[in-house]
């Protein structure tokens, strides 16, 4: 799914929120509300989002 997609489904006019929360620009993060939308526009789990994360963080430990 484009970026362009993601925020339009979203509620978004621009990719301005998507882009630099997928990049982490500007201090930009999705919240919890916005995975929540996210995990529902892609029909899954909220998990889901979640997966492999434990294995990225104990790499930069």
């Known amino acids: ?5 993601l925020a339009m489904e979203m509620g978004h006019k621009s990719v301005g929120l ?3 929360a997928e990049a ?3 201090n930009k993060h999705f919240n ?3 995975l929540a939308t996210i995990a529902k526009i892609l029909d ?3 998990l889901e989002l979640f ?3 434990d294995k990225i963080l104990k790499k930069s430990v």
């Open 1 to 5: 799914m484009s970026q362009m997609r």
């Open 18 to 20: 998507v882009s630099f």
């Open 24 to 26: 982490g620009i500007n």
């Open 32 to 34: 919890i509300e916005h």
């Open 44 to 46: 899954i789990s909220i």
């Open 51 to 53: 997966d492999g994360v």
